[in-house]
Protein backbone atom coordinates (compact mmCIF):
# COMPACT_ATOMS: atom_id res chain seq x y z
CA UNK A 1 0.00 0.00 0.00
CA UNK A 2 1.40 3.51 -0.54
CA UNK A 3 1.55 5.77 2.08
CA UNK A 4 1.66 9.75 2.09
CA UNK A 5 3.99 11.72 4.21
CA UNK A 6 1.50 14.16 6.43
CA UNK A 7 1.83 17.70 5.01
CA UNK A 8 4.35 19.88 7.14
CA UNK A 9 2.67 22.55 9.26
CA UNK A 10 4.00 26.10 8.23
CA UNK A 11 5.03 27.95 11.78
CA UNK A 12 7.79 30.48 13.13
CA UNK A 13 10.53 28.16 15.01
CA UNK A 14 11.79 30.55 17.22
CA UNK A 15 15.36 29.04 19.31
CA UNK A 16 16.62 30.49 22.34
CA UNK A 17 20.63 30.92 23.01
CA UNK A 18 22.97 31.73 25.15
CA UNK A 19 26.43 33.00 24.84
CA UNK A 20 27.84 29.87 24.93
CA UNK A 21 29.74 27.57 22.54
CA UNK A 22 27.80 24.47 22.51
CA UNK A 23 24.51 27.19 21.64
CA UNK A 24 26.56 28.45 18.82
CA UNK A 25 27.64 24.98 17.23
CA UNK A 26 23.80 24.35 17.29
CA UNK A 27 22.73 27.13 15.98
CA UNK A 28 25.39 26.71 12.78
CA UNK A 29 24.19 23.45 12.60
CA UNK A 30 20.04 23.91 12.11
CA UNK A 31 19.74 27.45 10.42
CA UNK A 32 17.67 25.86 7.70
CA UNK A 33 15.17 25.15 10.78
CA UNK A 34 15.33 28.29 12.38
CA UNK A 35 12.65 31.11 11.68
CA UNK A 36 14.21 33.37 14.47
CA UNK A 37 17.39 33.47 17.24
CA UNK A 38 16.52 34.67 20.30
CA UNK A 39 20.26 35.06 22.42
CA UNK A 40 19.80 36.03 25.66
CA UNK A 41 22.67 38.47 26.19
CA UNK A 42 21.07 41.99 27.17
CA UNK A 43 20.63 43.13 30.87
CA UNK A 44 19.33 46.70 31.85
CA UNK A 45 19.86 47.93 35.08
CA UNK A 46 17.55 50.13 37.49
CA UNK A 47 18.99 53.49 35.50
CA UNK A 48 18.24 51.94 32.07
CA UNK A 49 21.64 50.99 31.31
CA UNK A 50 21.71 48.13 28.84
CA UNK A 51 24.82 46.50 28.43
CA UNK A 52 25.38 43.23 26.50
CA UNK A 53 26.44 42.16 22.85
CA UNK A 54 25.00 39.23 20.27
CA UNK A 55 28.12 37.13 19.10
CA UNK A 56 29.33 38.26 15.74
CA UNK A 57 29.42 34.86 14.67
CA UNK A 58 25.46 34.25 15.35
CA UNK A 59 24.93 37.72 13.56
CA UNK A 60 27.05 37.21 10.25
CA UNK A 61 24.96 33.12 9.80
CA UNK A 62 21.46 34.84 10.54
CA UNK A 63 22.31 37.55 7.77
CA UNK A 64 23.43 34.95 5.43
CA UNK A 65 20.67 32.29 6.05
CA UNK A 66 17.92 34.80 6.38
CA UNK A 67 17.49 33.92 10.01
CA UNK A 68 15.95 36.81 12.25
CA UNK A 69 18.29 38.06 15.58
CA UNK A 70 15.77 39.14 18.15
CA UNK A 71 17.91 39.11 21.54
CA UNK A 72 16.13 39.31 24.75
CA UNK A 73 16.36 41.95 27.18
CA UNK A 74 15.85 40.63 30.88
CA UNK A 75 16.17 42.13 34.60
CA UNK A 76 19.58 40.72 35.85
CA UNK A 77 18.89 37.50 38.06
CA UNK A 78 15.45 38.52 37.40
CA UNK A 79 15.52 40.71 40.66
CA UNK A 80 12.41 41.90 40.97
CA UNK A 81 13.70 44.98 43.22
CA UNK A 82 15.84 46.12 39.96
CA UNK A 83 12.55 45.87 37.63
CA UNK A 84 10.52 47.74 39.99
CA UNK A 85 12.64 50.82 40.26
CA UNK A 86 13.28 51.11 36.30
CA UNK A 87 9.39 50.54 35.68
CA UNK A 88 8.64 53.76 38.14
CA UNK A 89 11.21 56.03 36.50
CA UNK A 90 10.37 57.14 33.09
CA UNK A 91 13.81 58.61 32.12
CA UNK A 92 14.80 54.96 32.83
CA UNK A 93 12.27 53.70 30.95
CA UNK A 94 13.34 55.94 27.92
CA UNK A 95 16.78 55.66 28.15
CA UNK A 96 16.27 51.39 28.05
CA UNK A 97 14.15 52.36 24.96
CA UNK A 98 16.42 54.43 22.97
CA UNK A 99 19.08 51.92 23.05
CA UNK A 100 17.36 49.53 22.38
CA UNK A 101 15.99 51.27 19.02
CA UNK A 102 19.81 52.47 18.28
CA UNK A 103 20.99 48.70 19.12
CA UNK A 104 18.31 47.20 16.47
CA UNK A 105 19.22 49.88 14.12
CA UNK A 106 23.19 49.64 14.27
CA UNK A 107 22.35 45.73 14.21
CA UNK A 108 19.59 44.88 12.01
CA UNK A 109 17.83 43.17 14.34
CA UNK A 110 14.22 41.86 13.85
CA UNK A 111 13.46 43.41 16.98
CA UNK A 112 13.51 42.66 20.95
CA UNK A 113 11.76 40.11 23.07
CA UNK A 114 11.36 41.46 27.07
CA UNK A 115 11.73 38.35 29.19
CA UNK A 116 11.68 40.05 32.36
CA UNK A 117 11.15 37.62 35.27
CA UNK A 118 9.72 38.00 38.87
CA UNK A 119 7.43 40.52 38.64
CA UNK A 120 5.13 41.41 41.20
CA UNK A 121 1.36 41.36 40.67
CA UNK A 122 1.42 45.13 41.69
CA UNK A 123 3.71 46.13 38.93
CA UNK A 124 1.34 44.29 36.27
CA UNK A 125 -0.42 47.31 35.36
CA UNK A 126 3.48 49.27 34.85
CA UNK A 127 4.91 46.77 33.02
CA UNK A 128 2.16 47.02 30.12
CA UNK A 129 2.94 50.58 29.93
CA UNK A 130 6.34 50.13 29.02
CA UNK A 131 5.72 47.16 27.11
CA UNK A 132 3.42 50.09 25.32
CA UNK A 133 6.24 52.91 25.38
CA UNK A 134 8.54 50.00 23.84
CA UNK A 135 6.35 48.67 21.49
CA UNK A 136 5.41 52.56 19.84
CA UNK A 137 9.33 53.50 19.39
CA UNK A 138 10.34 50.41 18.09
CA UNK A 139 6.92 49.84 15.66
CA UNK A 140 7.80 53.43 14.53
CA UNK A 141 11.13 52.28 13.05
CA UNK A 142 10.17 49.11 11.60
CA UNK A 143 11.20 46.38 14.58
CA UNK A 144 8.98 44.13 16.13
CA UNK A 145 8.51 43.55 20.01
CA UNK A 146 7.32 40.08 21.71
CA UNK A 147 7.73 38.95 25.32
CA UNK A 148 7.96 35.62 27.25
CA UNK A 149 5.62 35.22 29.61
CA UNK A 150 5.17 32.75 32.59
CA UNK A 151 2.11 30.92 31.89
CA UNK A 152 -0.82 31.24 34.32
CA UNK A 153 -4.54 29.68 34.50
CA UNK A 154 -6.17 32.64 36.76
CA UNK A 155 -6.00 30.89 40.33
CA UNK A 156 -3.65 31.56 42.90
CA UNK A 157 -4.19 28.18 44.76
CA UNK A 158 -4.78 27.25 48.54
CA UNK A 159 -1.00 26.28 49.05
CA UNK A 160 1.66 28.83 49.70
CA UNK A 161 3.80 27.96 47.19
CA UNK A 162 0.70 28.62 44.54
CA UNK A 163 0.09 31.70 46.04
CA UNK A 164 3.76 32.91 45.79
CA UNK A 165 4.16 32.06 42.21
CA UNK A 166 1.16 34.04 41.42
CA UNK A 167 2.00 37.18 43.46
CA UNK A 168 5.52 37.02 41.91
CA UNK A 169 5.59 35.31 39.23
CA UNK A 170 2.56 34.57 37.09
CA UNK A 171 0.26 37.16 37.57
CA UNK A 172 2.57 40.51 36.99
CA UNK A 173 1.09 39.57 33.24
CA UNK A 174 -1.53 41.49 31.81
CA UNK A 175 -1.62 39.09 28.38
CA UNK A 176 -4.45 40.08 26.30
CA UNK A 177 -3.03 43.81 26.76
CA UNK A 178 0.31 42.31 26.00
CA UNK A 179 -0.97 40.08 23.35
CA UNK A 180 -2.84 43.62 21.50
CA UNK A 181 0.17 45.80 21.72
CA UNK A 182 3.20 43.51 21.09
CA UNK A 183 3.89 40.94 18.04
CA UNK A 184 3.22 38.17 19.42
CA UNK A 185 3.83 36.20 23.22
CA UNK A 186 6.38 33.37 23.84
CA UNK A 187 4.62 31.31 26.50
CA UNK A 188 6.78 29.74 28.33
CA UNK A 189 5.11 26.40 29.17
CA UNK A 190 8.09 24.88 30.57
CA UNK A 191 9.32 24.33 33.98
CA UNK A 192 5.95 23.21 35.44
CA UNK A 193 8.00 21.67 37.78
CA UNK A 194 11.62 22.58 38.98
CA UNK A 195 14.09 22.46 42.09
CA UNK A 196 11.50 24.34 43.90
CA UNK A 197 9.20 21.57 43.55
CA UNK A 198 8.77 17.52 43.74
CA UNK A 199 9.29 15.79 40.80
CA UNK A 200 7.61 15.68 37.85
CA UNK A 201 7.77 16.86 34.42
CA UNK A 202 9.15 19.90 32.54
CA UNK A 203 6.49 20.83 30.43
CA UNK A 204 3.34 17.62 31.26
CA UNK A 205 1.39 18.03 27.89
CA UNK A 206 -2.18 18.49 30.54
CA UNK A 207 -0.45 21.46 31.69
CA UNK A 208 0.66 22.93 29.04
CA UNK A 209 -2.62 22.71 27.42
CA UNK A 210 -4.14 24.48 30.17
CA UNK A 211 -1.62 27.58 29.92
CA UNK A 212 -2.45 27.69 26.65
CA UNK A 213 -6.33 27.58 26.60
CA UNK A 214 -6.20 29.74 29.63
CA UNK A 215 -4.43 32.34 27.21
CA UNK A 216 -6.81 32.02 24.59
CA UNK A 217 -9.91 32.76 26.99
CA UNK A 218 -8.38 35.59 28.52
CA UNK A 219 -8.88 36.83 24.15
CA UNK A 220 -5.13 36.69 22.97
CA UNK A 221 -5.29 35.77 19.25
CA UNK A 222 -4.19 32.81 18.13
CA UNK A 223 -1.65 34.03 15.60
CA UNK A 224 0.12 36.34 18.90
CA UNK A 225 0.88 33.19 20.57
CA UNK A 226 4.07 30.99 20.85
CA UNK A 227 3.99 27.85 22.31
CA UNK A 228 6.80 27.15 24.52
CA UNK A 229 8.86 24.13 24.42
CA UNK A 230 12.00 22.98 27.17
CA UNK A 231 15.18 21.38 25.27
CA UNK A 232 16.34 20.08 28.83
CA UNK A 233 16.05 17.65 31.09
CA UNK A 234 16.07 17.70 34.76
CA UNK A 235 17.45 15.77 37.48
CA UNK A 236 16.52 15.88 41.20
CA UNK A 237 18.55 14.65 44.11
CA UNK A 238 19.83 15.30 47.74
CA UNK A 239 22.37 17.93 48.33
CA UNK A 240 23.66 20.80 50.74
CA UNK A 241 24.62 24.18 51.55
CA UNK A 242 25.54 26.47 54.37
CA UNK A 243 22.23 28.51 53.52
CA UNK A 244 19.50 26.10 53.02
CA UNK A 245 21.36 23.33 54.82
CA UNK A 246 20.54 19.71 53.47
CA UNK A 247 17.89 19.73 51.30
CA UNK A 248 16.43 18.30 48.37
CA UNK A 249 17.13 20.09 44.72
CA UNK A 250 16.93 19.88 40.85
CA UNK A 251 19.48 21.42 38.01
CA UNK A 252 18.60 21.37 34.24
CA UNK A 253 20.56 19.25 32.13
CA UNK A 254 21.68 18.75 28.23
CA UNK A 255 20.81 15.32 26.39
CA UNK A 256 24.01 13.56 26.46
CA UNK A 257 24.13 14.60 30.34
CA UNK A 258 20.80 12.77 31.16
CA UNK A 259 21.69 10.04 29.22
CA UNK A 260 24.97 9.18 31.42
CA UNK A 261 22.74 9.20 33.98
CA UNK A 262 20.40 6.46 32.99
CA UNK A 263 23.16 4.75 31.92
CA UNK A 264 25.58 4.76 35.06
CA UNK A 265 22.71 4.13 37.42
CA UNK A 266 20.92 1.44 34.83
CA UNK A 267 17.95 3.68 35.44
CA UNK A 268 14.54 1.87 33.81
CA UNK A 269 12.80 4.79 31.98
CA UNK A 270 9.43 5.06 31.73
CA UNK A 271 7.28 6.81 29.41
CA UNK A 272 4.19 8.67 30.60
CA UNK A 273 1.78 8.90 27.56
CA UNK A 274 -0.41 11.31 29.09
CA UNK A 275 2.25 13.32 29.93
CA UNK A 276 4.61 12.81 27.06
CA UNK A 277 7.58 12.53 28.98
CA UNK A 278 10.30 9.58 30.16
CA UNK A 279 11.01 9.75 33.69
CA UNK A 280 13.54 7.19 35.72
CA UNK A 281 14.02 6.89 39.46
CA UNK A 282 17.06 5.21 41.45
CA UNK A 283 19.20 5.07 44.09
CA UNK A 284 22.34 6.69 45.34
CA UNK A 285 23.65 5.61 48.51
CA UNK A 286 20.29 4.81 49.97
CA UNK A 287 18.38 8.46 48.00
CA UNK A 288 15.99 8.57 45.79
CA UNK A 289 17.02 10.55 42.99
CA UNK A 290 14.87 11.73 39.59
CA UNK A 291 15.16 12.64 36.15
CA UNK A 292 12.41 13.36 33.93
CA UNK A 293 13.60 13.34 30.53
CA UNK A 294 13.06 15.59 27.71
CA UNK A 295 14.06 14.30 23.87
CA UNK A 296 12.65 13.09 20.76
CA UNK A 297 9.62 11.43 21.73
CA UNK A 298 8.59 14.24 24.10
CA UNK A 299 9.79 16.77 21.31
CA UNK A 300 7.32 15.01 18.97
CA UNK A 301 4.33 14.49 21.57
CA UNK A 302 4.88 17.96 22.08
CA UNK A 303 4.01 18.98 18.41
CA UNK A 304 1.01 17.02 18.89
CA UNK A 305 0.10 19.36 20.69
CA UNK A 306 0.95 22.35 18.56
CA UNK A 307 -0.74 20.44 15.96
CA UNK A 308 -4.39 20.50 17.86
CA UNK A 309 -4.48 24.30 17.79
CA UNK A 310 -5.12 26.48 14.35
CA UNK A 311 -3.51 29.49 13.73
CA UNK A 312 -0.60 29.77 16.46
CA UNK A 313 2.03 31.94 15.71
CA UNK A 314 5.10 28.81 16.61
CA UNK A 315 7.22 27.42 18.64
CA UNK A 316 9.54 28.89 21.10
CA UNK A 317 12.41 26.22 22.38
CA UNK A 318 14.79 27.06 25.29
CA UNK A 319 17.52 26.51 24.47
CA UNK A 320 19.93 26.00 22.27
CA UNK A 321 22.58 23.20 23.38
CA UNK A 322 21.01 20.94 25.66
CA UNK A 323 18.70 18.92 23.09
CA UNK A 324 18.87 15.68 21.81
CA UNK A 325 20.06 15.56 18.41
CA UNK A 326 17.03 13.51 17.23
CA UNK A 327 14.46 16.19 17.68
CA UNK A 328 15.61 17.86 14.70
CA UNK A 329 14.68 15.27 12.26
CA UNK A 330 11.40 15.26 14.35
CA UNK A 331 11.10 19.18 13.84
CA UNK A 332 11.99 18.82 9.77
CA UNK A 333 9.68 16.26 9.30
CA UNK A 334 6.74 18.04 10.65
CA UNK A 335 7.21 22.53 11.03
CA UNK A 336 8.54 24.28 7.76
CA UNK A 337 9.71 27.18 9.18
CA UNK A 338 8.67 30.37 8.28
CA UNK A 339 11.75 32.59 6.59
CA UNK A 340 10.99 36.77 6.45
CA UNK A 341 12.54 39.23 4.15
CA UNK A 342 15.46 40.98 5.53
CA UNK A 343 15.95 44.49 7.02
Do not use: C
Not at 328 to 341: K, Q, T, Y
Amino acid sequence: METFAQPKRTATTLFYMTDREVDFQSFKAHLDQISIVGPQVFSVADDGVVWGQVDPRVLTLARAHNVQVMPLIRNPGFDQEVFHQLLHHPAARARTIATMVDLAREHHFYGWQFDFENIHLSDRDALTLFYRETAEALHSEGFKLSIAVVPAHGQAGATPYHQFMQANWRGGFDIKALAEIGDFISLMTYDQHTGNTPPGPVSGLPWMKTMLDYALAQGVAPEKLSMGIPSYSRHWYATHNETKSLHATARGLDHATALSLVERYEVDLVWLDKQGASYGVWTNRGTFEYLFLEDRRAFDAKLDLFETYQGLHGISVWVLGLEDPGIWDVLRDRVEPIRFGRR
